[in-house]
């Protein structure tokens, strides 16, 4: 672990002072390893090791650093832990995870606000189909020739090797959660927020290519989304509406090649979804399905609760909106693919210009290969547009509605998050070294990460005269 020249952050360390961990962490912390409650005034951050201490004996203490605004830290999180943790911020997470990162954001107008954020241990994606053969150098190759595997692998990247860095980062990421001002409701509504993160980074490595032998690219990508949960108690059997928005970016970082004869990899197809377990409808999504060089993300959800007016809670209808938020996306399209009986809620982007790879597939490389190439066979590797070789944020934002019937009977749903991506690369006869123009591609879809919301728990709110 590498020194970090910023301010060191005080955590106060809660586990076996022998283990890795702490040696790791006094290299860029203050370390104080008092029990009980002692150090957690001027403590910056709680971290508990849970392979080494009994996560019951912490439960005051957890709360107490969080009611406090104290980042959290729980490094192998096991049952116990995450049941300590579901108790306190009304959601669980059941997912393998090397670290959860949670911090209270104080600053929120609810008083139920939480940021979680889930480090991972093992690899998180696998590649798809690797490489193809597609066009030939020779004008008599046929498209039915058979492909050509070429040896691709992607691994873990390393665990983040910085943890003042992610710590940092944690906090920058949660002072506020993703969401516009219009998604925060008028005195005496009950509602709550939970924001999940979740980062992954994975090293690409091919050495089937003369150009590429021996050399590793290394992705990132990852998603924040807040669920801003809503009781709507203008009735007596009150519905709750949960609004999702989300900020997903994709990085392939420095292209493993960038030269006349080979160029990727490079990013082609980006899709996010997020599904619910109690198979509620959508109440509606954005952006909708354009190629707009600037696609809006808008959405309205109208809401039936009790607000405080002039010291009486009366009924009404209020709209909770997200938008209008324009996102760049110049040479890409977009295709909303959600499906509203099932409450899934999908986008894919995709690469359009100067290659469309929704009408000209990897897999039929065979037939457009001539496209990719300046002036055809022999030529250099066309480039592709901006985004496909820098960071790529999107912006999505959907809406499903609970009956108080179907949270009468169980009060948690889970939202399950999935983030696919795809990368490729192009080289000339003489990139590949072995006589043939050729794709090779994969695709990556995360394990679901999931977020089980009491929604009763998020958003109940004692202080409210409305409830």
Not at 94 to 108: C, F, G, Y
Not at 355 to 360: K, P, T
Request: glycine fraction near 8%.
């Amino acid at each position: 672990m590498q020194p970090t020249t910023r301010t060191k952050p005080k955590i106060l360390f809660a586990g076996t002072t022998t283990g890795q961990d702490f040696n790791a962490l006094k290299n860029v912390a203050e370390v104080s390893v008092k029990q009980g409650t002692d150090d957690l005034g001027i403590a910056e951050v709680l971290w508990v090791d849970c392979a080494t201490t009994k996560p019951d004996q912490y439960v005051s203490l957890l709360r107490q650093a969080l009611d406090a605004g104290k980042q959290l830290v729980l490094r192998h999180p096991d049952d116990p832990a995450r049941k300590a943790l579901s108790d306190i911020v009304g959601c669980e997470l059941k997912d393998p995870a090397a670290a959860l990162m949670v911090i209270r954001d104080l600053q929120a107008t609810t008083p139920s606000s939480y940021a979680i954020t889930v480090i991972d241990e093992a690899p998180d994606a696998s590649p798809g189909e690797q490489a193809h053969s597609g066009g030939d150098a020779d004008p008599s190759f046929k498209s039915s020739a058979a492909p050509r595997a070429s040896p691709l692998s992607l691994e873990r990247a390393g665990e983040p090797q910085d943890w003042a860095a992610m710590l940092d980062a944690h906090r920058t990421r949660s002072v506020r959660s993703v969401g516009g001002p219009g998604l925060i409701p008028p005195q005496g509504v009950m509602y709550g927020i939970r924001t999940l993160t979740g980062s992954y980074s994975n090293r690409l490595t091919k050495s089937n290519w003369s150009e590429t032998s021996g050399k590793s690219q290394d992705i990132e990508y990852g998603f924040t989304s807040s669920f801003y949960v809503y009781r709507e108690n203008g009735k007596s059997s009150a519905d709750y509406v949960v609004i999702r928005v989300q900020q997903a970016t994709f990085s392939p970082r420095s292209l493993m090649v960038r030269t006349d004869q080979a160029k990727g990899f490079w990013q082609f197809d980006l899709q996010s979804q997020c599904t619910n377990n109690r198979n509620a409808p959508l109440l509606g999504t954005s952006p909708d399905t354009t190629n707009s060089a600037n696609p809006i993300t808008d959405l309205s959800s109208q809401l039936y609760v009790r607000v405080l007016q002039e010291g009486s809670c009366l009924p009404t209808y209020w709209s909770a909106r997200h938008g209008p938020v324009a996102r760049t996306q110049e040479g890409w399209g977009l295709s909303n693919q959600s499906a509203t009986s099932s409450g899934t809620a999908l986008w894919r982007y995709f690469h359009r210009d100067p290659w469309n790879s929704v009408n000209d597939p990897p897999d039929e490389f065979g037939r457009w290969w001539s496209n990719m190439y300046e002036g055809g066979y022999g030529g250099r590797v066309k480039n592709l547009n901006t985004l496909a070789g820098s960071s790529f944020t999107v912006e999505n934002v959907s809406s499903w509605r609970f009956s108080a019937s179907m949270i009468g009977s169980n009060r948690n749903v889970t939202f399950s998050e999935v983030l696919r991506y795809k990368l490729a690369a192009f080289a000339t006869p003489k990139g590949t070294g072995n006589g043939h123009h050729q794709i090779s591609w994969f695709s990556i879809e995360t394990s679901p990460r999931t977020l089980t919301l009491d929604l009763v728990s998020v958003s109940e709110d004692v202080t409210s005269p409305c409830k």
